[in-house]
């Protein structure tokens, strides 16, 4: 069987589920459409010895919500990572989309009696930073405990607990169509700037290498780029000479231009870069974003960009563009 990857159709947000012959790992649960999209996939799992909540934004959080209430399907869960507000126990004042979802989770947890299977403080200056998962590994890259302080310093444990809000709108799949997409690659190399994630929330994302055998695969969630490359060169001594390979890298927030920049480009190396997301969120990816790859000095030969949904994001370049910078976009949803 090897590894499999499925990319699961859940709205703007990431729903992943890795599987191998020994082990079954849910990263995330998306927006939308868990009974449609996410819960056929489980009906063969037989347990999922991990589930990762990355994040306590909707579009990861909703579909795990939706997870834990189903029956059919909860007690499959044998533990699961989030970083809750109870057991971090930190002051908190905040009305910011999610955190409510993120009080109903944990109280979901307890209702479901599933509390005992969850694991919190997922930092990288915990103690454990390693984690073997029967015949997989997972190296912690990302939150930093301050971050994760600021995450919990905004966090109200008064505040009403919420179930999830779906997609605003008529739920159609948009045409991601931003005012980047209208320029030119030309143009966004000359003149796009790239700027940092301030959300307290994407700052807090749980993101991780994940090894199987000799194989090694990225998973940022939607983790701050910085801390990314500052735990790849702490972790693996990589520099602009000595990048560290990846088979591929799904990209930090859905592709956001704020969630990239050159240093890490100089430190990874993969012909493969994955998007989840129908783009009806923030018109994610930003064409910037790919733009950035397609022009590092140190890209591969050929790139593919996979995406999880079909169409949309193939106006973003014109078919002269594809043959210029030498790259290929395409749908996937099993690698």
Known sequence: MGIKFKFLRAGCGDSILISTEKTNILIDGGLKDYNIEIEPHLRDVKQLDLVVLTHIDNDHICGLIDLVRDDNHNHKIQELWFNAYEKIKIPANSNEIGFGQGIFFEKLLKDKGLYDRHKSNIFLENSKREFEINDIKIKLLSPRKKDLDKLMGEWDDKQTSKPCITEQGNGEI?????????????WLIENRTYG???????????????????????????????????????LYGVNKDNPIDFEFIKLS???????????????VRTDTFITLTNGYCHHHPNKATLALILTHENRANRVQFLFNYMDYFKSKFSMDERVEYKFRANYVNVL
């Open 253 to 267: 927030h859905h592709g956001s231009k704020n969630n990239i920049n050159t240093k890490f480009l100089d430190v």
């Open 196 to 234: 940092q994630d301030g959300s307290s929330k994407n700052r807090s994302s749980i993101a991780f290498i994940l090894e199987y055998q000799d194989k090694k695969y990225l998973f940022l969630g939607d983790a701050k780029i910085q801390v990314i490359t500052q735990s790849l060169e702490k």
């Open 174 to 186: 948009s045409s991601s169509s931003s005012l980047d997409d209208e320029q030119s690659m030309q």
